[in-house]
């Protein structure tokens, strides 16, 4: 099984800031990476596919980077709806798998 | 726009089978362009795969709940199912039913239900 590994778990920052969560994997998965948005009491959103894709409908201050094991969401320009969880997804090899999470929290 | 239902108890003992079923709205599931299946957070936990299947009812399990789980479609009512056995308090988790492009993420969640294992 592929485990994903984020960093940090937690970030506490303030509006307009940039923000960079990653995303490692424990063996090379291409760029079979994505990235969701959770917040409260909500499913998770896709915001980005196969590492660096944009979705529609997403803010262009979301974007994504990396392949192979090292992965990055960046964040340019935080706005404060953007306060929530997000995780990474691998869908390279089964089972896929889920990043544990980082919580971004507006100061 | 595409909407997914999933309904089921909220409370359900250890040992017994959890059933529950997902209704798709707002467009068909008879695409081979798409996966459908079943995921779950358990409290504080992180995103866990249960499996997916196509409309036309192959399916892929995670390995580490693959001797309890079934899932099953039924394309013309346009709902797929999650049946889980011998069930446990770590099995506890809001249960979350999706759809995926084949090319892996997923795209289209429903509000999920949270199921209890407790007596």
């Known amino acids: 099984e592929i485990v994903l590994t984020q960093s940090p778990d937690f970030q506490s920052v303030t509006p307009k800031e940039k923000v960079t969560i990653t995303c490692r994997a424990s063996q090379s998965i291409g760029t079979s990476l994505h990235w969701y948005q959770q917040k409260p009491n909500q499913p998770p959103k896709l915001l980005i596919k196969?590492?660096?894709q944009s979705i529609s409908g997403v803010p262009s201050r979301f974007s994504g980077s990396g392949s192979g094991t090292d992965f990055t969401l960046t964040i340019n320009g935080l706005e404060v709806e953007d306060a929530a969880a997000y995780y990474c997804?691998?869908?390279?090899?089964?089972?896929?798998?889920f990043g544990q999470g980082t919580k971004v929290e507006i100061k | 726009q595409l909407q997914l239902q999933a309904s089921g108890p909220g409370l359900v003992k250890p040992s017994e089978t959890l059933s529950l079923t997902c209704t798709v709205s707002?467009?068909?599931?008879?695409?081979?362009?798409?996966?459908w299946g079943w995921i779950r957070q358990p409290p504080g936990r992180r995103l866990e795969w249960i499996g997916n299947l196509l409309y036309t009812g192959v399916t892929h399990y995670n390995p580490s709940l693959a001797s309890r789980v079934t899932m099953s479609v039924d394309a013309s009512a346009n709902q797929f199912s999650l049946r889980l056995s011998s069930l446990t308090a770590a099995d506890t988790a809001v249960y979350y039913c999706?759809?995926?492009?084949?090319?892996?993420?997923?795209?289209?969640w429903g509000q999920g239900t949270l199921v209890i294992v407790s007596s």
């Open positions: 196969f590492a660096s």
């Open positions: 707002g467009g068909s599931m008879s695409s081979v362009d798409f996966y």
């Open positions: 999706a759809r995926r492009a084949l090319g892996g993420e997923w795209n289209s």
């Open positions: 997804h691998q869908s390279s090899r089964l089972p896929q798998t």
